[in-house]
């Protein structure tokens, strides 16, 4: 009784792995298109034989936290609850094991992330010593020798480093019993010494089946609208395998975003500069700000098709187009040069807080630059 009050805390905070307006991780019953990575951490759960150390990488929003604790309901739930044949991880919702996952309070699990600041109403820019610290009195008591003690850690590339090495003593040296879950969507900037303590299991984006079929389970979680006929292709397109990805661009308006830069590059060298300044203005308050980022994340994204789709003809009809168009052989290093500057000059205006309105601008300014003769 003494762990609720913890749990209660835990649930009414902000939460720096969960996705505005979609379920956890935790609380996502099915997984889709890792099967095969799932088959592994249960023929290891199964035999008993389970590498003390697991790095779960990819790219974000693909399934990675969904497997990590759909592994830590199989592990703690009864044996008898679980797949005997080792081949799913699939654990009934209404065991207790279940619902004590959910509400992070059963004694075998520990997770480590980003703290919210209540005071500065912030998350923290990195997983601090303090947050793995947690790990010497978890890692201390056992309550029977056939329980395990299930460590998720996400993300790990977000830890800093005496925060690593702080992990990495608990790597080398874990009790029997002991499963270390390491969510990455950045592997190469985690300490190689932990690399080298894990087992990899590189999870690969979805394909579209399975990422229609992840998002409309979201979808219908939440009581939202799903993405029509014509949003799916384009939605599948853009979030590139990723349903995380996906599911922030329905909800942030991505697909409207999206038609709005590619219109932009569409009519250059003509620019409609009242509608530059229109979007701009949107953009600029600090309540746009999931939009702002967003827009810089599809305009990057659709610098890097355009260029990708001169050098490989990749992309679609009208990509190739405007690609020969604007870019052609001759102007490959000034958009290449483009891209670069927008990503750094984006990255400068979050760090110090600069003027967004401005950087639009200047963006699109470079844009037309880039084009000219």
């Given at each position: 009784?003494?762990r ?11 939460e ?5 307006g ?18 592994t951490?249960?023929k ?16 974000d ?7 990590a604790?759909r ?16 081949q ?8 207790v ?7 992070l ?5 520990l ?7 209540t ?9 601090p010593?303090?947050a793995v ?9 056992r309550?029977?020798d ?14 800093n ?27 190469g900037?985690l ?10 299991l ?20 939440t009581?939202?609208?799903?993405p ?9 397109r853009?979030s590139?395998?990723?349903v ?15 038609e ?30 999931q ?7 599809l305009f990057?994204?659709h610098?890097?098709?355009l ?34 500057r ?11 807080n600069?003027?967004?309105k ?5 963006t ?10």
């Open positions: 009784m003494a609720a009050p913890a749990a209660t805390q835990i649930e009414s905070l902000p720096a792995d969960r996705l505005d979609a379920l956890h991780p935790r609380e996502t019953q099915t997984l889709f298109g890792h099967d095969e990575a799932e088959r951490l249960a290891a759960l199964s035999s008993g034989r389970m590498h003390h150390g697991w790095l779960l990488a990819g790219r929003g693909i399934g990675k936290a969904t497997l604790y592994f830590a309901r199989a592990a703690l739930a009864g044996p008898d609850e679980r797949d005997p044949k080792g799913s991880l699939e654990v009934s919702d209404d065991t094991a279940s619902h004590q996952v959910r509400a309070s059963h004694p075998g699990l997770l480590i992330r980003r703290a919210y600041d005071k500065t109403k912030r998350f923290t820019a990195s997983i010593t303090d610290r947690r790990l010497r009195s978890f890692l201390a008591h309550a029977a056939d329980t395990w003690r299930i460590v998720i850690v996400d993300k790990a590339d977000e830890l480093i005496n925060a690593a090495n702080t992990l990495l003593k608990s790597l080398e040296e874990p009790p029997p019993g002991t499963v270390f879950l390491l969510v990455s969507s950045a592997p900037r300490l190689p010494t932990i690399r080298s303590r894990c087992r990899t590189a999870l690969q984006p979805l394909s579209n089946d399975a990422l229609r079929a992840a998002a409309t389970q979201a979808l219908e979680a009581d939202q609208r799903e029509g006929v014509v949003d799916w292709p384009v939605l599948e853009l590139e395998g990723s995380g990805r996906l599911l922030g661009l329905w909800a942030s308006g991505g697909r409207e975003l999206h709005r830069i590619a219109k932009l590059t569409a009519s250059l060298p003509r620019v409609d500069w009242r509608g530059v300044h229109a979007l701009a203005d949107e953009l600029q308050p600090a309540a746009a700000q939009r702002f980022e967003l827009f810089f994340e990057i994204g610098l890097a098709r260029i990708r789709a001169q050098v490989t003809g990749e992309g679609t009809a009208a990509e190739r187009e405007v690609a020969a168009r604007l870019i052609g052989e001759a102007k490959l290093a000034s958009f290449a040069a483009l891209w670069e927008v990503a750094r000059e984006k990255a400068e205006t979050m760090a110090l600069l003027d967004r401005t950087l639009i601008l200047d699109v300014s470079g844009l037309v630059e880039a084009t000219q003769p």
